[in-house]
């Protein structure tokens, strides 16, 4: 009874390892994510309020933007090993949006504010899979919002800085396994939390043919209070499971961007960005049952994470065809933080290669469209020395041995219009 008790209290300790590299959305704009998002050195449109600020400073006048990113990702597990039985995500489509406007004060100070959703989508499978005592539903949802200030110094350094203010709110749904009763039941976990940070940059022009920049956005410290909500179990079993309030603070990682821009022909741009992600920061989880008691007495539960920091690579180029047409195109690389061991079906994240374009078309003098493709093609993961368990249970030896596929499928439209 301890044993199953103890489970029932540590059930969420794992729900946030859905803050991995997968949900760290850096699509903000088609023309960035035509050009495998590496925008940190061009900047040149209002969504360098995410990708660089100081580049607000190459806008005149006041400038709008707005658009969605469609994400429809997929991913299959085959196991336990040595099963190759294959489970399936269900399919779902998420829709983030990126919203900013920029204003010029005068020739050198410019402001500006945007929304976006810097991290985001979610998992879903079947109720009855085997893996249903680790995930069955896992949604994230943040809305970051960004106010601006960038200064041109010269026409050779601009410097832009922010103050992000976070909103996010967070569903989890798992199976208990109610052994050695002979029955499961259900705990669903809703919370919001709050948080704020900043971002900075600097934009570097030495010569018409380059520009570099440097970005970085802090940590977000978002402090999840929430409700855990039994279900489904027989009600003489309701006491064993986890019910009323929670807490847990959450720390987003910092971002450092360096990007470069060369344009070696009037109608012709290469641009290339190393995006360094301080996924450090989330060594561990902490969470404070505020309605509930501990088998040992205590109110607080800590779970070890250790993530390690990673990479994303890019590069990307643009020919403008006509004066209302340019064609884009890009490749990344995104390394995941998610050691072997730690893997799990809330996140089944791998290291992936990404490869995009579109189009931008300027409908009129001042209104310009731009459509953007992106397809990511996950590595085959197999893990054969997991410490999950999937049986529900702590003192059962239930390794999450097996294999991972996924592939994620992008699409987004933007409007950007010029006062």
Do not use: C
């Not at 204003?103 to 079947?126: D, I, P, R």
């Not at 809305?143 to 410097?159: E, H, I, Q, R, T």
Request: glycine share 10%.
């Amino acid at each position: 009874m301890k044993k199953l008790l103890t489970f029932a209290m540590v059930l969420f300790l794992y729900t946030t390892s859905i803050f991995a590299s997968g949900f760290q959305i850096n699509e903000h704009g088609s023309k960035a994510m035509a050009m495998g998002g590496a925008f940190a050195g061009l900047a040149n449109d209002p969504s360098a309020m995410y990708f660089n600020p100081a580049g607000i400073t190459q806008l005149t006048g006041t400038n709008f933007l707005g658009g969605v990113t469609l994400i429809s990702p997929s991913s299959t597990f085959r196991g336990p090993s040595p099963s190759i039985e294959e489970s399936e995500l269900e399919a779902q489509l998420f829709n983030p949006i990126h919203l900013s406007i920029t204003h010029q004060f005068n020739e050198k100070l410019h402001f500006g504010f945007s929304v976006g959703n810097n991290y985001g989508l979610g998992t879903k499978w079947e109720d009855d899979w085997f893996g249903r005592f680790m995930a069955v539903e896992t949604e994230i949802r943040t809305f970051f919002m960004n106010g601006v200030a960038s200064y041109k110094v010269s026409d050779v350094l601009s410097v832009g800085f922010g103050y992000v203010f976070a909103y996010g709110d967070v569903i989890i749904g798992r199976s208990v396994n109610l052994s050695p009763f002979n029955a499961e039941g259900y705990v669903n976990l809703e919370g919001t939390g709050t948080g704020s940070g900043f971002t900075a940059g600097v934009l570097l022009t030495p010569s018409d043919a380059i520009q570099i920049g440097l970005s970085y956005r802090s940590e977000v410290q978002i402090n999840f209070e929430g409700d855990a909500t039994p279900s489904n179990a027989p009600s003489q079993y309701d006491g064993l499971l986890p019910n009323g309030g929670i807490e847990a603070p959450f720390t987003t990682p910092a971002n450092i961007t360096l990007g470069v821009a060369v344009k070696p022909l009037k109608n012709l741009t290469f641009v290339a960005d190393y995006q360094y992600v301080g996924w450090e920061s989330y060594d561990k989880l902490e969470v404070k049952y505020t309605d509930y008691t501990l088998p040992d007495g205590s109110n607080t539960t800590t779970s070890v994470r250790n993530y390690n920091n990673s990479f994303l690579a890019r590069v990307g180029v643009e020919y403008n065809y006509s004066e209302s047409l340019a064609l884009r195109a890009g490749f990344l690389y995104d390394q995941n933080p998610v050691d072997d061991e730690r893997l799990d079906p809330t996140l089944p994240d791998a290291d992936r290669l990404g490869f995009s374009g579109g189009v931008g078309y300027n409908l009129t003098e001042n209104l310009v469209v731009d459509l953007a493709y992106l397809f990511l093609r996950f590595d085959e993961r197999t893990i054969t020395d997991s410490h999950e368990n999937y049986s529900g249970l702590d003192n059962s030896i239930a390794p999450l041995n097996g294999t991972y596929n996924s592939i994620a499928h992008l699409l987004s439209l933007t409007f950007a219009y010029k006062l």
